[in-house]
């Protein structure tokens, strides 16, 4: 069975770092896009950043120059470096994959890490 799993959100004091990692498991023929999407208290899920399997990305304007989204297929990982974080980053952040199993491509998300800036 196919898992994404994500990890290093945490606390962290407003204009410090953090980097979140996904990594997806189980029986994958292939990864297609990868992602990050947050969904902050009160507030509809949004995507944070994707990136192709080619590389391409795409990073959503709230966030650009200060987060950079980046993989290593090879590891089927997914990374999220968080830079000059803001109390407006405070989120669950959820990782996605479309992912290719022996003869279909599905969609999958990962159960979250929580995101928390201290002001």
């Known amino acids: 069975q196919v898992q994404l799993v994500e990890s290093g959100g945490g606390l962290v004091q407003a204009g410090g770092s953090l980097r979140l990692s996904c990594a997806a498991s189980?029986?994958?023929?292939?990864?297609?896009?990868m992602g990050w999407y947050r969904q902050a208290p009160g507030k509809q899920r949004e995507l944070v950043a994707h990136?192709?399997?080619?590389?391409?990305?795409i990073v959503a304007d709230s966030v650009k120059g200060r987060f950079t989204i980046s993989r290593d297929n090879a590891k089927n990982t997914v990374y999220l470096q968080m830079n000059s974080l803001k109390p407006e980053d405070i989120a669950v952040y959820y990782c996605?994959?479309?992912?290719?199993?022996?003869?279909?491509?599905?969609?999958?998300w990962g159960k979250g890490t929580k995101v928390t800036v201290s002001s």
């Open positions: 189980g029986i994958i023929f292939s990864i297609n896009s």
């Open positions: 990136i192709t399997r080619g590389g391409g990305t």
């Open positions: 996605n994959a479309q992912i290719k199993e022996p003869t279909t491509w599905n969609n999958y």
